[in-house]
């Protein structure tokens, strides 16, 4: 489908465009060394911060036409058809579920399966470092009337047996309460990326189908575990009754994310997406980038998690790093760089168009991303050490 510039405009909305561009520079624009300079090649450059690809905000209109000209129908209407609906039979497929929604937000697509998942039983457990309890403003409580009831505070994860007591102390009492949801994120962004284990996952899903408790992962960043060892994307997500994966944190949308699950119930949430204001004009703006991105995702991150070992293991072999590792960590690690190492790294890092987070009192985050395929293990540790 081609379109020329002012009726490109037309299907554009500005506002659209605007939004495209903000959100790029907020998500891949992550802080950089203390006054580095702008970017100058983004096709070259190795972003060791954040999730996504670094893209430059001036290309995104091209790089929108240039996959308007590959769809025949790509455009949406309500969200119905197009690529919306392309997207949606092609999550399906990678999450293993019977149908899938788009949904313009994360907080939303959360918010909507517990509702559905809880039903009646307004009682659901979640993590307190969650994004649903600690990032979502209330929403599933103000808006459903749902308890949240947090586990496992400062820790990425809640164990079986504190899982099966919040149970016991809801279910088992002169007043018993039931669970109607479990929601367990995973990579959790609030521990740094740590990831709930396949084999947790598989206990507390065992324990709930005992309980007739029924469970939803929030996956807003499911895709980066891909590479760590036990882990399959379908396998993983079999456990949960309904997944959620953004769309614009890691495969190139400028919104969105998809909510998957039984297709009675993702009916329903179609039914909820539009009660609650969700059921937008267009989609296929946030579509169409992350349709592209699909294919291969798995193997792509699995290969952004083998360079970022390589790179780790390298840096530990060099006096003045010290690497510091998350447990059960997905992309994001702790570097400790002596004085020597500081000084004139961020020129060489300049010169090389690499780009790291703000150095503080002599660490900073490294957050490994697609970027890190460009360069192999000796060009990037040159950059960083001399």
């Not at 506002?15 to 903000?22: D, E, K, N, R, Y």
């Not at 790509?74 to 149908?99: I, M, R, T, W």
């Not at 994120?185 to 709930?196: H, I």
């Not at 003045?320 to 570097?335: A, E, H, M, P, Y």
Request: hydrophobic share 45%; proline share 6%.
């Amino acid at each position: 489908m081609t379109l020329n510039r002012r009726g490109f405009l037309g299907a554009v909305p500005i506002a659209s465009l605007a939004l495209a561009s903000s959100r790029t520079q907020a998500q891949y624009a992550a802080a950089p060394v203390a006054a580095a300079a702008p970017i100058s090649d983004y096709d070259t450059l190795v972003q060791l911060s954040g999730d996504a690809l670094p893209r430059n905000p001036m290309a995104e209109p091209a790089r929108l036409q240039a996959l308007l000209d590959k769809h025949a129908k790509p455009v949406d209407g309500y969200l119905a058809g197009g690529a919306v609906a392309e997207l949606e039979a092609k999550f399906s497929a990678l999450l293993g579920k019977e149908d899938t929604v788009f949904m313009p937000t994360g907080t939303l697509a959360n918010h909507l399966a517990l509702r559905l998942l809880c039903g009646e039983a307004k009682h659901a457990l979640v993590q307190q470092e969650s994004h649903v309890y600690r990032d979502e403003s209330n929403t599933v409580t103000t808006l459903s009337g749902i308890n949240l009831v947090p586990l496992a505070p400062g820790r990425a994860a809640p164990t079986l047996d504190e899982v099966g007591a919040a149970i016991e102390r809801a279910e088992v009492g002169p007043y018993p309460i039931k669970v109607g949801a479990i929601a367990l994120e995973s990579p959790v962004r609030r521990a740094q990326g740590a990831t709930l284990s396949p084999s947790l996952v598989a206990d507390i899903a065992r324990l709930a189908r005992a309980k007739n408790i029924r469970l939803h992962l929030d996956g807003a960043r499911l895709l980066l575990m891909s590479g760590m060892p036990g882990f399959g994307v379908q396998p993983y997500c079999a456990h949960f009754d309904t997944v959620y994966v953004s769309l614009y944190k890691y495969l190139g949308a400028p919104f969105g994310g998809v909510l998957s699950g039984p297709k009675p119930l993702m009916a329903k949430a179609r039914e909820l997406r539009h009660i609650f204001g969700g059921t937008i004009y267009h989609g296929w703006q946030a579509a169409l980038p992350a349709l592209d991105a699909l294919d291969g995702v798995e193997a792509r991150f699995a290969s952004v998690r083998a360079a970022g070992d390589k790179l780790l293991a390298a840096l530990e072999r060099t006096s003045g790093f010290k690497v510091q590792r998350i447990d059960k960590g997905s992309n994001l690690v702790t570097l400790e760089i002596a004085p020597a190492r500081l000084a004139g790294l961020e020129a060489r890092l300049q010169q090389a168009n690499v780009r790291i987070g703000k150095v503080n009192e002599g660490k900073v985050q490294l957050g490994f991303n697609e970027s890190i395929l460009r360069r192999d293990t000796a060009y990037l540790l040159k950059a960083l050490a001399g």
